[in-house]
């Protein structure tokens, strides 16, 4: 690796200054990771509980507080290490353009909005591998209950040959909870923590199977079986009209990724054929803000062509 290439563009002198620039940068970088060893338990824990906020929902209030729960979409540990891995690539980053006061600085915000997008990101995914698993767990469960087993037994039984899954996390917490003393001096029922996984789930798609299984519960088995077995076959409509307009939709995603790669190709050819322009053009503190907006416009269509290739449809 070239020396050279890691100090600020202000240096004058960078075949002996090199050094001078690096030592307060590394500084910086030492005392956040000793900072971040000596208080991983404690940062854990702030972590932790600012994830448990961060992911309860609207109603989680009115739950019972034996059966609060939280989505495991990520755990603190990796989160924590993800902070300091994009505080640290962020702060490399930004030492290069400008002072490394104003890197420290900027490096905060710059952070937490990396990480926000990627908290929206991982719970994106948690909620769509829910989605994705849903029909046919309601599928076995729907045999199983209409071979006679009753609510629970049916649960573990389908449960037991899941691999794992957030999916199977939340039934695996539902069949826990089952028995559990409460605020209200009972035992929990199969109908109160239905209702309190319904409350907490972030998928809509569960919580809405779980607002008609909550209802179906207190019936005859006969009636369980017919709602389960409704739900079922709703989900399945609803999957096959969800496919249509995803092949429907599909024109817009296809679009937005050829003006993509278009508006790329151009850049790259601009690049190749005028490269010393280029370069000069963009290294210069205006021409980094123009890069900026030119790599968001770049992106647009590609942004566009995805939202418009998306269909949901959770009414069943």
Same mark, same amino acid.
């Given at each position: 690796?070239?020396?050279?290439?890691?100090?600020?563009?202000?240096?004058?002198?960078?075949?002996?200054?090199?050094?001078?620039?690096?030592?307060?940068?590394?500084?910086?970088?030492? $005392? #956040?990771?000793? *900072?971040?060893?000596? =208080?991983?338990?404690?940062?854990?824990? !702030?972590?932790?509980? %600012?994830?448990?906020? +961060?992911?309860?929902?609207?109603?989680?209030?009115?739950?019972?507080?034996?059966?609060?729960?939280?989505?495991?979409?990520?755990a603190?540990?990796?989160?924590?290490?993800?902070?300091?891995i994009?505080?640290?690539?962020?702060?490399?980053?930004?030492?290069r353009?400008?002072?490394?006061?104003?890197?420290?600085?900027?490096?905060?915000?710059?952070?937490?909005?990396?990480?926000?997008?990627l908290?929206?990101?991982?719970?994106?995914?948690?909620?769509?591998?829910?989605?994705?698993?849903?029909?046919?767990?309601?599928?076995?469960?729907?045999?199983?209950?209409?071979?006679?087993?009753?609510?629970?037994? $049916? #649960?573990?039984? *389908?449960?037991?040959? =899941?691999?794992?899954?957030?999916?199977? !996390?939340?039934?695996? %917490?539902?069949?826990? +909870?089952?028995?559990?003393?409460?605020?209200?001096?009972?035992?929990?029922?199969?109908?109160?923590?239905?209702?309190?996984?319904?409350?907490?789930?972030p998928?809509?798609?569960?919580?809405?199977?779980?607002?008609?299984?909550?209802?179906?519960?207190?019936?005859?088995?006969?009636a369980?079986?017919?709602?389960?077995?409704?739900?079922?076959?709703?989900?399945q409509?609803?999957?096959?009209?969800?496919?249509?307009?995803?092949?429907?939709?599909?024109?817009?995603?296809?679009?937005?990724?050829?003006?993509?790669?278009?508006?790329?190709?151009?850049?790259?050819?601009?690049?190749?054929?005028?490269?010393?322009?280029?370069?000069?053009?963009?290294?210069?503190?205006?021409?980094?803000?123009?890069? !900026?907006?030119?790599?968001?416009?770049?992106?647009?269509?590609?942004?566009?062509?995805?939202?418009?290739?998306?269909?949901?449809?959770?009414?069943?």
């Open positions: 690796m070239d020396p050279t290439s890691i100090i600020t563009p202000h240096t004058t002198h960078p075949e002996t200054a090199w050094l001078a620039d690096l030592t307060p940068l590394a500084a910086t970088i030492a $005392a #956040i990771l000793i *900072v971040t060893f000596l =208080m991983q338990s404690r940062l854990g824990s !702030a972590l932790d509980a %600012w994830l448990a906020r +961060r992911f309860a929902p609207s109603g989680a209030d009115i739950v019972d507080p034996a059966l609060r729960w939280r989505p495991p979409v990520i603190a540990s990796r989160l924590l290490a993800v902070c300091v994009a505080a640290l690539v962020i702060l490399v980053i930004l030492s353009v400008g002072p490394l006061l104003v890197a420290v600085v900027l490096a905060g915000p710059a952070t937490a909005l990396l990480v926000w997008a908290l929206w990101f991982e719970e994106q995914r948690y909620i769509a591998r829910i989605d994705a698993a849903l029909p046919a767990f309601v599928g076995r469960l729907e045999a199983q209950v209409r071979a006679g087993s009753g609510l629970q037994p $049916a #649960i573990e039984k *389908v449960i037991a040959d =899941m691999p794992a899954s957030p999916l199977k !996390a939340e039934w695996s %917490w539902f069949l826990e +909870r089952l028995g559990q003393p409460i605020a209200n001096g009972f035992l929990a029922t199969a109908a109160t923590v239905c209702a309190a996984l319904r409350a907490q789930t998928s809509r798609r569960h919580a809405t199977f779980l607002s008609h299984l909550e209802i179906a519960i207190e019936q005859p088995h006969a369980l079986v017919q709602r389960i077995r409704a739900a079922y076959e709703a989900m409509a609803s999957d096959r009209r969800a496919s249509m307009l995803a092949t429907e939709l599909s024109q817009m995603r296809n679009t937005g990724i050829a003006l993509f790669l278009i508006n790329v190709g151009i850049t790259l050819y601009l690049f190749v054929v005028q490269n010393e322009r280029f370069l000069t053009a963009y290294r210069s503190e205006p021409g980094l803000i123009v890069g !900026a907006v030119l790599a968001l416009v770049v992106s647009l269509p590609l942004v566009g062509g995805y939202l418009l290739g998306r269909a949901e449809d959770v009414t069943y």
